[in-house]
């Protein structure tokens, strides 16, 4: 047994220098890339994974912030099935998606606008940008001072005109208060998609311009012919983040209405706010992470089935 001992002993001795200026050499040309990654790997497992791990644990229980967490297995699924708030707001969040119509193609008509040779247009292109850099919270304020029934700036500029005989209250009815937010919500939004595109303009070579205009196609034609398909990869990126950002918005309705008139603003993730954060009926973090994991997965199943049916977008496959 000893014998055999020291001969292992003997073969990793004079393997040792070998692998030791192997790992130096690994060290030298790797070791700062390792190092680099080695801050957003442990903010990615602290601010990603851990919670992650922490709304899965309490799907199971029940645990209000204050009192002892207690396990209630398949309870919060349950409740979530009956639950017709949620599946009502599901249905507000697809319907507030739809802000994406006004927001896109406002965005990528600007985008034009500014891609032609417009003086000033550094100056164009800040202010409408500037709604995107501006606190969500501030647009939102801004717009309920706006749309006050009593003093508001849209009312009296109507009162004024003698379009309407008396202030709308547009935060007070759910259709008005929904509209409003969606208007809002694309307002603040449409610069960066404008950026977007400008950038996807900007990718393409301009001798494929010249070619069309020695062949005579303008206008409407190269737009269509040109500018669309050979953006097409970045046209797939600028949808897929406007539908999943809007899927996984809660919009201004927090400042604005915070989901009131009667539910009709409460969006999916103002419902989740609520739940982790008090709501009518106080806080739920086991409810909460329920709605929440069920949701994602939905996020998740959306994004997918969105990837396979835009495939043929890619202009370079």
């Known amino acids: ?68 967490e207690r396990f209630t297995g398949m309870a919060n699924l349950h409740r979530l099935m009956e639950d017709q708030i949620y599946w009502s707001s599901l249905w507000k969040q697809a319907l507030f998606s739809l802000k994406i ?12 606008f500014l891609y032609s040779r417009l003086r000033g247009r550094n100056i ?12 969500g919270s501030t647009m939102a304020l801004v717009m309920y001072i706006l749309l006050n029934p009593y003093n508001g700036g849209l009312n009296q500029l109507l009162l004024k005109l003698h379009l309407i005989d008396q202030p709308i209250q547009f935060l007070s ?8 937010g969606m208007v809002m919500d694309a307002w603040q939004n449409f610069g960066i998609n404008m950026l977007f595109f400008l950038v996807g303009l900007t990718s393409i070579p301009k001798d494929v311009y010249e070619s069309a205009d020695m062949d005579g196609a303008t206008g409407w034609k190269r737009m269509r012919y040109i500018s669309i398909p050979m953006m097409g990869r970045i046209l797939q990126m600028i949808l897929f983040l406007s539908i999943l950002g809007t899927l ?31 709501g009518e009926a106080g806080s739920n973090y086991g409810y909460g992470a329920t709605v929440a994991v069920v949701t994602a997965l939905m996020l998740v199943v959306v994004s997918v089935g969105y990837f396979k049916l835009t495939k043929r977008m890619d202009y370079h496959e």
């Open 101 to 112: 119509l006004i927001e896109l193609p406002l965005a990528f008509v600007l985008a034009l």
């Open 173 to 180: 009815g759910g259709w008005t208060a929904f509209a409003s």
């Open 248 to 278: 996984k918005s809660m919009g201004p309705f927090l400042v604005l209405t915070n989901g009131g008139p009667n539910n009709a603003t409460e969006l999916t993730f103002l419902y989740i706010f609520h739940q982790f954060f008090g």
């Open 1 to 68: 047994m000893s014998k055999l001992t020291a001969e292992s002993n003997l073969a990793g001795a004079s393997l040792h220098p070998g692998s030791r200026r192997a790992f130096s050499r690994f060290v030298r040309k790797y070791g700062p890339a390792y190092l680099m990654l080695l801050v957003p790997v442990c903010f990615f497992a602290v601010f990603s994974l851990y919670p992650i791990g922490w709304a899965l644990k309490y799907v199971f229980y029940y645990y209000d912030g204050v009192m002892p």
């Open 124 to 135: 164009f292109r800040a202010m409408f940008v500037m709604p995107y850099i501006l606190p």
